[in-house]
């Protein structure tokens, strides 16, 4: 919790014509996080996701990659990124290592050393010579992801990164996505429409419902286990007030501040609030599995 978030959404809206595709959109991605943004077709994802990347402007809100606003700074913020949001482009008749070094040229900070490391994190040295016309498409995909790295960013984002691959092709992506995370501390920001894989890879997950956020929650602990974390609302006199203070990982739930914490997180808070003046009448715990309540709030036709 301590640490700067790398990626920090704030009502981050977008109205085409006169629908409102994404509505306050507000939650922020910490270094060495798998970040999952979850939500059935159509909710708005993808939208989102162009918007973090410059590729679509906002009507209103902002997003800073680490301190910098899109907005304002597009250059310096775009820099701390990689991105896959549509299929990368690869030269397929060219070799894995060679598309790498095409991409290198670009950036004169990249060291052959840097390439070498990115295609072992993402396992693979053994194929990496092959062209890339050859490769499967999770292949293809580690290839993007290699190259989306390779700069170092603070912050990736891949959109619905499963999509196409087989359980062996996204038990690989999760493995390597979490070893970016912990190796080197990037934060990582991947969209899906399912709950299961979600459940697999990621560290936190945010539900996105017609374009807004419905839940932001943990689905493991620190050491890897599943993190026992209830929905937890606070009762309070100045709710706004309340809300304002845990911004990106707070939300309004019939007009009382909402959670997601554990034992030791529903004291703090309390304290929290206390400390900040406002006045807590009622602290309600929900218990309820992260299943349960997408089920719940999405309908079942999405869960995979
Ligand atoms: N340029 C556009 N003009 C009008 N409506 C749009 C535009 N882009 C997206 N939308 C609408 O915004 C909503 C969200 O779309 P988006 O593609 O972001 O959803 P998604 O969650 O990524 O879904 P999927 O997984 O199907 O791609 C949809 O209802 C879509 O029809």
């Not at 580690?142 to 170092?152: D, E, K, P, S």
């Not at 539900?207 to 606070?234: C, M, N, P, Y």
């Not at 739930?253 to 808070?269: E, K, P, T, W, Y």
Request: with cysteine; aromatic share 4%; proline share 3%.
């Amino acid at each position: 919790m301590s640490q700067a978030p790398v990626v920090r959404l704030q009502n981050v809206t977008k109205v085409i014509g006169k629908r409102t595709i994404i509505d306050r959109v507000s939650f922020e991605v910490r270094p060495g996080e798998v970040f999952g943004f979850l939500g059935p077709n159509g909710s708005g994802k993808t939208t989102t996701i162009r918007m973090i990347v410059g590729l679509m402007g906002m009507s209103s809100g902002d997003i800073h990659i680490g301190t910098h606003s899109v907005r304002t700074e597009f250059p310096k913020a775009i820099v701390q990124v990689g991105a896959i949001v549509e299929n990368p482009e690869m030269y397929k008749f060219l070799t894995g290592y060679q598309n790498l070094l095409h991409y290198a040229r670009m950036n004169p900070s990249i060291t052959k050393e840097r390439i070498q490391e990115v295609i072992e994190l993402v396992g693979l040295q053994d194929r990496i010579h092959d062209k890339v016309k050859k490769y499967s498409l999770g292949m293809r995909q580690r290839l993007g992801v290699a190259q989306a790295v390779m700069h170092r960013p603070k912050l990736l984002v891949l959109d619905e990164p499963t999509n196409g691959l087989d359980p062996a092709g996204i038990r690989e992506l999760r493995d390597y996505l979490r070893r970016l995370a912990q190796d080197e501390g990037t934060a990582v920001l991947v969209s899906s429409h399912l709950l299961s894989e979600m459940e697999l890879m990621c560290d936190r997950v945010a539900i996105l419902q017609k374009g807004q956020i419905i839940d932001v929650r943990s689905i493991r602990g620190q050491d890897g286990d599943a993190a026992t974390l209830e929905e937890v609302q606070f009762d309070v006199d100045h709710p706004d007030a309340a809300l304002g203070i845990f911004e990106g990982s707070g939300r309004m739930v019939d007009g009382q501040l909402a959670l997601s914490l554990d034992r030791a997180g529903i004291a703090a808070i309390n304290r929290r609030l206390v400390e900040a003046g406002i006045n807590v009448y009622g602290i309600h715990v929900k218990t309820k599995s992260l299943e349960d309540q997408f089920l719940e709030m999405t309908g079942s036709e999405t869960i995979g």
